[in-house]
């Protein structure tokens, strides 16, 4: 059993009619504020008009980058970077979905880095310091809200790259269920998707596990089954947004790792989909992580598909392991495909095998998958590839 | 739903051979540390040594206070208190269990007031500073290492009083499995009881609930179930010792309770027990803990035991929901005193009824026991007692 460090500061307001306390919060680290979004929703849902005018009534100085894409491209966090340096920001003040949340993470990192903010994510240069991050949350997916990592894309190089600093760590989030009460249903599914493979890909592994923990990912699997198809059904349902946002935050904050040192699976390979194709994240992901589980299935990591059966979708334990392991992969088939209603393939979405080897290459060195799971070469990718077809 | 403010700062290292970290850390917050520890047990397993060693190895200066109370004294706090102030003392380093944690955040609490500590335990004066805190644990009960909280005795008004101050946070907590390993068999039984109610008094509650904290603690119940007798019979295992102690912090660090503000049951009763017999505060759980569940088990509760038994004891769920509430008390008691081997009745730890009354008023008055998950008033603490006998 391996030894960690629990450190997650994020001090986190949760539920309605918490935003009375964010000019306080703000005001801890100073007055020019840079607000940074997507696409408008925040407008069109009455939730940038309550920000601005808690800025003001705190007397602090609002700039704003508006426009971060789902996927958060480099040259967003270029143009943060560029206001944060101009304006002498303070703090910044992300509102959004954990695309808006990464990009900004990697604007306060690079805002003290005069370059090309694509070197951080190629390592060429370190992170050590990083502005203040303060967020309010309108989706419940990646978890970006509680903890130190983000994801950038460079459509010129076709990468995505994935990167954790402390730092970047926020020191405040705003979890307001009723803020996602207008995310669609399909975005909902992704969303769920998403935060049900961010916790597979830790539950499933080869380290001595703290069963605790275990039990813990297992609840939340649970609450994710339980109530996505509610929100997806009563988009206003207040209990079911609840669960499955705060669900989402402790699906990858670090809280169920507790010292598991393996690379993780599906996400990497994802990351080189959505790197190419633009699709959302965690439609990428359903769509592999029942052919990884396929996949990666034998007699050496039976045992912990039938914990994962057993435990979490309740298939009888007096049954022959195997056939509750299969068993376990076709329920989360029909949890994705079904339940979730998203696409099932590849050919569905519009991709085909044209970039699988070079897509394979980039997952397995970027994402050491020979450490994961399951270790996985680049056949084994393209075989997996292939099976979503 | 109530919404609420998440914010767990500590900073936790986790498992073996990590106190490495402790002059670097220590050093943060200054040069003159005061190590406060209990009966000497620290040195017999060699701990105490090896702190000694980090903080010079660091260049820090040492102070002692040794000797604090297994239920802590306001004695203690006013002696601690003392030396922080005549030796300025820059940051605590508490190394025990519970007690020592609970003790040495009141010192840190009375260094900045110029009085008897027994004032801010009474609430004539509060807590607005605290010197930093850092501490080892070697006993997982009590969950000290991961809140603000703390209960501190007073003998000569036979007062018990429990206070949270979120200044008295501990900055980091050590955690290492293996300063359980001598921990015997009865106080690992007690720590094991103790955190088992910590979160019995906050699953059953009527506030409505984030169903995802139920699941999360539906697993931390189930980890104990299975550990704490692991623990006992091979005090060694590192698994069941590591289970049982991250399970303790987590258990009342404050996740799980998700905005439930119900005042709780079990601890206000044994608070005023151990106040006057000086008895283990796990113990006097333990009698309580299934006595309160049957009082409290009714038409209008029996929903919620119906849950437990399930998904706790893994009772058939298509039983007669009473009949599993029933037999979900039963196992509780199965567990705490044929499992766990703890004494079952008041006589048998020499507590008579000539305490009753005193006890049952303070623990009402103190406890806010009609706010609790099922109203309580003094006749029915006194009940409760009775059934204890």
């Given amino acids: 059993m391996n030894s960690f460090i629990y450190d997650i500061p994020t001090r986190v307001y949760f539920g309605e009619n918490q ?48 426009g971060i894409e789902p996927n958060p491209r480099v040259s967003s966090v270029n143009a943060g970077a560029d206001i944060c340096k101009k304006e002498n920001i303070d703090v910044l003040l992300a509102v959004g979905g954990g695309s808006v949340i990464d990009c900004t993470k990697f604007i306060g990192a ?5 370059g090309d903010a694509w070197d951080i994510l190629t390592q060429k240069v370190t992170v050590e310091k990083c502005l203040p991050i303060i967020d309010v949350l309108t989706l419940a997916a990646t978890g970006s809200e509680m903890d130190c990592g983000g994801v950038i894309s460079n459509p010129e190089t076709k990468d995505k790259i994935g990167l954790l600093f402390p730092v970047m760590q926020p020191k ?20 769920a998707a998403d935060m049900f493979n961010h916790i597979l890909e830790v539950y499933f592994n ?59 699976s599906c996400h990497p390979m994802e990351h080189e989909l959505s790197a190419i194709y633009d699709i959302t994240h965690g439609l990428g992901l359903a769509i592999l ?17 039938y914990q994962f059966g057993c435990n979490v979708f309740g298939i009888d334990p007096k049954l022959d392991p195997m056939d509750v392991a299969k068993k ?30 070079v897509m394979a290459r980039k997952a397995v060195m970027l994402g050491g998958l020979a450490y994961a799971f399951k270790p996985l070469n680049e056949d084994d990718v393209v075989n997996i590839f292939k099976m979503c077809l």
């Fill in 19 to 66: 935003l009375g306390n964010l000019g306080a919060e703000l005001s801890k680290y100073g007055k020019r504020v840079l607000l940074t979004y997507g696409g408008g929703s925040i407008k069109k849902i009455g939730l940038y008009g309550k920000i601005v005018e808690e800025v003001k009534k705190a007397g602090l100085e609002l700039f704003e980058l508006s």
């Fill in 110 to 114: 690079a805002a003290f880095y005069d």
């Fill in 172 to 191: 405040v989030s705003f979890l307001d269920p009723t803020n996602t009460y207008t995310v669609s249903k399909y975005q909902t599914a992704c969303g």
């Fill in 206 to 264: 080869r380290n001595q596990d703290l069963y605790m923990l275990d039990t813990v990912m297992e609840g939340l699997l649970k609450t994710i089954i339980k109530f996505a198809p509610v929100a997806m059904a009563e988009p206003e349902n207040y209990e079911a947004r609840a669960n499955l946002m705060w669900t989402s935050s402790w699906a990858i904050n670090g809280f169920v790792n507790g010292g598991k040192m393996q690379a993780w």
């Fill in 289 to 305: 992580t029942p052919r990884w589980m396929e996949y990666t299935l034998d007699e050496t990591t039976v045992s912990k598909f």
């Fill in 328 to 357: 376990s992969i076709e329920m989360v088939s029909e949890f994705l495909f079904h339940t979730l209603e998203l696409q099932n393939s590849f050919t569905e979405i519009g991709i085909d095998t044209s970039n699988f080897e």
